[in-house]
């Protein structure tokens, strides 16, 4: 089975907007190594976009869904109900940033647990208008295309959009977090009262777009806000959630809490699982049958669930995550001297990203970030770009990859910058 041979019929059998990113295909893998078709070792740190906080195959999880395969595969939770997704709602319950009593469902996908997030907004509050930040992102369906801050590619020809669905700008190096606390006010004003208005939703770090930390007092200003005007606050946790920015959850970097958070990826150590946890009075707001989904909730995946939590809490992986990410800083902010293009090193705990620009003009450069990632690809380690204009270079690892491993990976990403 060769690489090039499996390229043509990828080609032949599956449609272009499906774009793959490596043209070599798994096989195998573990932990943080992933082998191709043809025999060739890579250090994964893409993680399946943040899904493999855990690792490939990570023993305990592969023990937990096997013993899970010898019960049963599937019932319909909303069918016939099974205690591992009861207890896996209780444990989820009790680690979330939520105030007081939290109630937890559970679906599929991340964009599956966004849109029920904002289907219970709605429920709860009697209203339709959701809010979101420019470069977010919060999936691909039509709901969760309407809510992402990106165009391109999420979003081009697939119009028109679902209304009621407004953007404010996201602080970073061009907007303060006044500028878009007043955006925030002027949409009130030009565009929906705010008493039509059912939730705001943010990624405590943003993902595709850019690795961008929101800052404490955004947080404080939006808690405060929607407090003032009945809105809810949806935490969007499905890329920060499980350890990856050196807390079980990013929105533990706050004071302030959520009335509902979106969780998925890593929850499941690679099988589909996502879900929305938030206050039980806003959980219970949709009547019974409102909320569900033929797999939603699988054995196999809350099984898989369960024993990520147990890894989590036995091998300290947010301590981890937190010693690994001040590494990876302080290797990349060691090479700013060699590499002018790195303009921007930033992100909580494992969720780090390095911004390239042309160090002539201070542009986003696009092509620098290819440039590194075929670089890189070539030693065999697999990076990820993201940003709004596609020149950040996101690292995305699992937590338990051995040190000596780490090491040589980012031995690799200095040679790749250098050039």
């Known amino acids: ?74 019932t319909a939770y909303q069918i016939v109900p099974y205690e591992s997704y009861v207890a896996l709602a209780e444990r989820i319950n009790a680690l979330a940033p939520i105030e007081g009593p939290a109630k937890t469902a559970f679906f599929t996908t991340g964009v599956e647990a966004v849109e029920n997030a904002v289907k219970i907004a709605r429920s709860y509050t009697g209203r339709s208008g959701v809010i979101a930040f420019g470069g977010s992102f919060h999936g691909r369906t039509m709901l969760g295309m309407a809510l992402t801050g990106k165009v391109a590619p999420y979003k081009l020809s697939f119009g028109p959009m679902p209304g009621e669905i407004f953007h404010v700008p996201f602080p970073g190096a061009d907007v303060t977090v006044a500028e878009s606390m007043k955006a925030l006010e002027m949409l009130f004003k030009t ?117 990520v939590l147990d890894v989590f809490e036995e091998d300290q992986l947010c301590a981890r995550s937190a010693q690994l990410g001040e590494k990876l800083k302080a290797h990349l902010n060691g090479l700013r001297a060699k590499v002018p293009a790195i303009a921007d090193v930033r992100g909580l705990g494992s969720m780090v990203a390095a911004e390239l620009v042309d160090p002539a003009t201070g542009k986003p450069d696009a092509e620098a970030v290819k440039r590194v990632q075929q670089r890189a690809l070539q030693q065999g380690l697999i990076l990820l770009n993201c940003g709004v204009y596609g020149n950040v270079l996101r690292f995305l690892y699992p937590l338990t990859i051995p040190d000596a491993q780490f090491a040589r990976a980012l031995d690799i990403l200095a040679d790749a910058l250098q050039g």
Not at 9 to 14: D, E, I, K, L, W
Not at 216 to 227: I, N, S
Not at 279 to 307: C, F, S
Request: glycine share 12%; aromatic share 6%; proline share 6%.
């Open 1 to 74: 089975m060769k690489n090039q041979d499996l390229n043509t019929r990828r080609a032949q059998a599956t449609p272009r907007g499906v774009g793959v990113m490596c043209d070599f295909y798994a096989v195998r893998a573990e932990n943080a190594t992933l082998w191709d078709a043809e025999g060739k070792e890579y250090i994964d740190f893409a993680g399946g976009i943040a899904v493999l906080n855990t690792g490939h195959l990570n023993p305990k999880v592969q023990a937990a869904v096997a013993a899970q395969l010898q019960q049963f595969t599937h």
């Open 191 to 307: 565009d929906i009262d705010p008493q039509r208005v059912a939730a705001i939703i943010i990624e405590p770090v943003q993902g595709e777009g850019g690795f961008n930390v929101a800052p404490p007092e955004l947080m404080t200003a939006l808690r405060k806000l929607c407090d003032a005007h009945g809105i809810m606050l949806i935490a969007d946790e499905v890329q920060t959630g499980f350890g990856r920015t050196g807390k079980l959850f990013a929105m533990e970097h706050h004071d302030v809490r959520p009335d509902l958070m979106t969780i998925a990826k890593s929850l499941g150590g690679g099988l589909p699982i996502s879900g929305v946890v938030g206050r039980a009075e806003v959980m219970d707001g949709p009547a019974p049958g409102g909320l569900g989904g033929t797999y939603a909730g699988n054995p196999l995946a809350v099984a898989a669930a369960h024993a």
